[in-house]
């Protein structure tokens, strides 16, 4: 899990000198304790910033599956015909042959027939 710092600089595509990054450390384990120290108070007050702001940027990223692209072969008017395994393939139902880049592959022999 990123620390406040962190996810501050992230956002804010800047890197925080040293000293303000160990405040901004204090700060966040002010958030998760619930109590602010009166130098978390005046960094907030610094900032224009409220608990309120930064209680989100404490919570877990949650974790995503990565995107999925279906490709697809189409017709002139755009509609999906077929779908295509991988770059340029897609399977032949009257042969039961995969077309690929003008040859045929055959997947009982494992390998290119024409």
Request: proline letters at 10%; charged letters at 20%; hydrophobic letters at 35%.
């Amino acid at each position: 899990m990123p620390t406040l710092v962190a996810r501050l600089e992230q956002d804010a595509d800047i890197v925080f000198p040293p000293e303000v990054a160990v405040r901004i450390h204090r700060l966040e384990q002010d958030l998760r304790a619930g109590e602010l120290c009166e130098q978390s108070r005046q960094l907030l007050a610094a900032s224009q910033l409220t608990p309120a702001r930064l209680l989100p940027l404490l919570q877990p990223v949650p974790e995503t599956a990565p995107p999925v692209v279906h490709l697809y072969c189409c017709d002139h008017l755009g509609t999906p015909l077929a779908l295509i395994n991988q770059q340029g393939q897609h399977y032949d139902e009257e042969s039961g042959l995969y077309y690929n880049r003008h040859r045929y592959y055959d997947p009982t022999l494992g390998s290119v027939c024409s």
